[in-house]
């Protein structure tokens, strides 16, 4: 019994690597659960079996791609007493997995350049939503501890300096997923990162 369970939860792996794969390179769209099947060398009824269509698939798909960065976002909220440490750690991390970490790039593939987002997908929408207000609140709470301790000088609103972070991050993300010969985000890595200090106005 014990195995069977590994077995099916092996499949399942298989199946999510394999719509990943798909979702990030040929759209949501163009992605058939029969295409899925064959990249991920099984039958239609396996996926099936733990998703009910192509939709609850999706879902799962950005939930398991995404994992780290919510874990992220965890970790470096709970790291208020320190938040320029946070800050880095979270700018670094984000910069990294963006550079190393297929899934976690794939998940912004599908998200921002393969997927049309309508109604259709609310559950989707509602959760990439609530991902967004977590890590702009994080960075707010952060920013704001950092100015209380005198650690950025400004006389900017702590809010919109958090919707800055975002936004930055976002910019850059964006911008190498669309066209990755423009530069090497690996080699800019540690330009992104001074210049986000800039931008917060820390000395």
Same mark, same amino acid.
């Given at each position: 019994?014990?195995? !069977?369970?590994?077995?099916?939860?092996?499949?399942? =792996?298989?199946?999510?690597?394999?719509?990943? !794969?798909?979702?990030?390179?040929?759209?949501?769209?163009?992605?058939?659960?029969?295409?899925?099947?064959?990249?991920?060398?099984?039958?239609?009824?396996?996926?099936?079996?733990?998703? /009910?269509?192509?939709?609850?698939?999706?879902?799962?798909? #950005?939930?398991?791609?995404?994992?780290?960065?919510?874990?992220?976002?965890?970790?470096?909220?709970?790291?208020?007493?320190? @938040? $320029?440490?946070?800050?880095?750690?979270?700018?670094?991390?984000?910069?990294?997995?963006?550079?190393?970490?297929?899934?976690?790039? =794939?998940?912004?593939?599908?998200?921002?350049?393969?997927?049309?987002?309508?109604?259709?997908?609310?559950?989707?929408?509602?959760?990439?939503?609530?991902?967004?207000?977590?890590? $702009?609140?994080?960075?707010?709470?952060?920013?704001?501890?950092? $100015?209380?301790?005198?650690?950025?000088? !400004? =006389?900017?609103? @702590?809010?919109?300096?958090? #919707?800055?972070?975002?936004?930055?991050?976002?910019?850059?993300? =964006?911008?190498?997923?669309?066209?990755?010969? #423009?530069?090497?985000?690996?080699?800019?890595?540690?330009?992104? /990162?001074?210049?986000?200090? !800039?931008?917060?106005?820390? @000395?």
């Amino acid at each position: 019994m014990r195995r !069977t369970k590994e077995d099916a939860e092996k499949t399942r =792996q298989t199946v999510l690597e394999a719509a990943l !794969t798909l979702f990030s390179r040929d759209g949501y769209s163009l992605t058939t659960l029969s295409r899925i099947a064959k990249e991920a060398g099984c039958s239609r009824g396996p996926i099936y079996w733990h998703f /009910q269509n192509k939709d609850d698939l999706y879902e799962a798909v #950005l939930g398991y791609s995404q994992e780290p960065l919510e874990v992220l976002v965890a970790e470096c909220a709970a790291m208020r007493d320190t @938040p $320029i440490e946070a800050m880095d750690r979270f700018i670094e991390q984000w910069l990294s997995l963006l550079a190393n970490n297929r899934q976690y790039r =794939q998940s912004f593939e599908i998200l921002l350049n393969k997927t049309e987002l309508t109604d259709a997908m609310s559950r989707t929408l509602k959760r990439e939503r609530a991902l967004t207000k977590s890590i $702009i609140g994080m960075f707010q709470d952060l920013v704001g501890r950092a $100015i209380e301790d005198g650690m950025i000088s !400004t =006389q900017e609103d @702590p809010k919109e300096l958090g #919707l800055l972070c975002y936004t930055y991050l976002m910019g850059i993300t =964006q911008t190498w997923l669309f066209a990755p010969k #423009l530069f090497s985000l690996k080699k800019e890595m540690p330009f992104f /990162q001074r210049q986000f200090w !800039t931008l917060l106005g820390k @000395p």
